[in-house]
């Protein structure tokens, strides 16, 4: 399955009763497996997870750390770019020119990479006290 149809799919699952806004989230790891993710919201709304977050929590609990590509698609009039934490989240596991592909469910698409979505990302090297 390709990363639009996977984040296609898993959209129709986000649990999203206070926003109905739901989003799905696809992404190619370096092992070839697609892992997915949709939003699941919490009348606590703090407590509620992204899309991205999911499908990389998924992917890391398979036991894999690199993302090579995503794709996150939402029912919005313009592509929807992920929020603050799930930017750093993807800068974790994937390079800075990993393509981003964000959609919206009319079809729009635009592409993106890692790094353009988190200039100046906080990493490991920041810690580095050497």
């Given at each position: 399955?390709?990363?639009?149809?996977?984040?296609?799919?898993?959209?129709?699952?986000?649990?999203?009763?206070?926003?109905?806004?739901?989003?799905?989230?696809?992404?190619?790891?370096?092992?070839?497996?697609?892992?997915?993710?949709?939003?699941?919201?919490?009348?606590?709304?703090?407590?509620?997870?992204?899309?991205?977050?999911?499908?990389?929590?998924?992917?890391?609990?398979?036991?894999?750390?690199?993302?090579?590509?995503?794709?996150?698609?939402?029912?919005?009039?313009?592509?929807?770019?992920?929020?603050?934490?799930?930017?750093?989240?993807?800068?974790?596991?994937?390079?800075?020119?990993?393509?981003?592909?964000?959609?919206?469910?009319?079809?729009?698409?635009?592409?993106?990479?890692?790094?353009?979505?988190?200039?100046?990302?906080?990493?490991?090297?920041?810690?580095d006290k050497s």
């Amino acid at each position: 399955m390709d990363l639009k149809t996977a984040a296609q799919a898993v959209r129709k699952n986000a649990y999203a009763p206070y926003s109905r806004f739901k989003v799905g989230a696809a992404l190619l790891a370096e092992d070839g497996t697609v892992y997915v993710g949709c939003n699941v919201e919490n009348v606590a709304y703090p407590e509620g997870t992204c899309a991205e977050a999911g499908a990389i929590a998924a992917m890391v609990a398979s036991g894999v750390q690199k993302i090579v590509e995503a794709y996150v698609i939402a029912d919005s009039p313009d592509p929807v770019p992920p929020c603050g934490g799930c930017r750093q989240k993807l800068s974790e596991f994937a390079a800075r020119d990993v393509s981003v592909t964000l959609a919206t469910t009319d079809g729009v698409e635009f592409r993106t990479t890692v790094g353009d979505l988190l200039p100046g990302a906080f990493d490991a090297g920041h810690m580095d006290k050497s």
